[in-house]
Nanobody, 122 residues
Framework: QLQLVESGGGLVQTGGSLRLSCAAS????????IAWFRQAPGKEREGVSC????????YYTDSVKGRFTISRDSAKNTHYLQMNNLKPEDTAVYYC???????????????WGQGTQVTVSS
């Protein structure tokens, strides 16, 4: 069973930055694609970014392109989401998730972390 643990959320002002981390309980580099999702109150869970297993191809939803960067440290079994130029509309609980491929559909992910809150004040 794969376990994922997020960290790095917090409160930041508009224009600020945060780096989220997703630590996996075992090796994921060649076995799982890792995605970041977010869910704001009253809204559906939204795919933010994904990095594919193996080659590490990256994907971003349009609203975060140019501001967010997904990366990984295979030696630490940890994935990151660097978030720059944050906006109030980025406020949400952020989750990392693992699947065999990169999908923006949250129902295709088998493993989830517990989530970390990101709040951007205006």
């Amino acid at each position: 069973q794969l376990q994922l643990v997020e960290s790095g959320g917090g409160l930041v002002q508009t224009g600020g930055s945060l780096r989220l981390s997703c630590a996996a309980s075992r090796l994921v580099l060649d076995y799982y694609s890792i995605a970041w999702f977010r869910q704001a109150p009253g809204k559906e869970r939204e795919g933010v970014s994904c990095i594919s297993k193996g080659a590490g191809t990256t994907y971003y939803t349009d609203s975060v392109k140019g501001r967010f960067t997904i990366s990984r440290d295979s030696a630490k079994n940890t994935h990151y989401l660097q978030m720059n130029n944050l906006k109030p509309e980025d406020t949400a609980v952020y989750y990392c998730a693992a699947s065999q491929g990169c999908y923006m559909d949250y129902t295709k992910y088998n493993y989830w972390g517990q989530g970390t809150q990101v709040t951007v004040s205006s």
